[in-house]
């Protein structure tokens, strides 16, 4: 089950709107999914107010602080050296893609900080930041550009998913068995946490915006996958909940 929480006790009124309560109720996990990563669990926020715009310093040092924390997290390592990318690996190899190729987006950015992490905006430099800083997958979408809830599904292979290559408009299809978010209209992330599509980017405009993380948490080591700074979560029900990331 679900669950949709409006913020602490004693914090005011729900700023939610119908549609985003229902939005955030109705995203699934799929069975089929959760087959593959019985302990894999999301957090989805909707954010309001948010103002899309290019990478400012406010941004830029959310990225250098994050960049140092995880400099002193993998002190010289290979970021799969790291037993929390190394359990999204094995989620990948789950349902036949190759980490090699196609990696798990926190891997991605992780293998940039020699050079710096990228600065693409004020709102993806955001999580980004938390990303890396968390070594979570993080991602960002826009919520008026969904047609219907979130959905983490095991892909037929016929499903739409735009992107693009070379600057130019391009429509893929994800592999059978591949493991998608997708709401009624098409695909909006492929490989759990790899590429977004550029149909609903949070960053393209003022508008409420769906951030999500997302994780698999190895149960039979409960505290070697906790990002250096967190937790372990409490283990929710079938559908904790929703999208994802990539550069994410």
């Not at 669990?41 to 040092?61: E, I, K």
């Not at 391009?170 to 909006?188: K, N, Q, S």
């Not at 149960?219 to 550069?247: E, I, L, M, Y």
């Amino acid at each position: 089950m679900t669950r949709v929480a409006d913020g602490p006790p004693g914090s005011g009124p729900s700023p939610l709107g119908p549609t985003a309560r229902a939005w955030l109720a109705d995203t699934a996990i799929e069975a089929a999914v959760l087959a593959l990563r019985p302990d894999y669990a999301a957090l989805l926020v909707v954010a309001h107010g948010l103002q899309p715009g290019p990478s400012d310093p406010a941004s830029d040092a959310l990225l250098k602080q994050a960049e140092g924390r995880a400099g002193a997290v993998l002190r010289g390592r290979a970021p799969q050296e790291l037993e929390h990318v190394a359990q999204w690996r094995e989620a990948y190899r789950a349902f036949g893609a190759k980490p090699k190729r196609t990696r798990p987006s926190v891997e991605a950015l992780l293998r940039r900080l020699d050079g710096g992490l990228p600065r693409v905006d004020r709102i993806t430099d955001l999580y980004n930041a938390v990303s890396v800083a968390h070594l979570l997958p993080v991602g960002g979408e826009d919520l008026d550009r969904y047609t219907g809830p979130a959905r983490l599904v095991r892909a037929h292979g016929s499903e739409i998913f735009d992107t693009a290559s070379d600057g130019q408009p391009v429509c893929e299809h994800p592999e059978p068995g591949e493991v998608v978010w997708r709401d009624d209209t098409a695909v909006t992330c492929r490989r759990w946490n790899w590429r977004q599509c550029t149909r609903a980017p949070a960053s393209a405009a003022p508008r409420p915006a769906p951030c999500s993380s997302s994780t698999p948490w190895a149960r039979s080591v409960p505290t070697g996958c906790t990002p250096p700074g967190a937790s372990s979560p409490t283990r929710s029900p079938a559908s904790t909940h929703t999208p994802r990331s990539p550069p994410a």
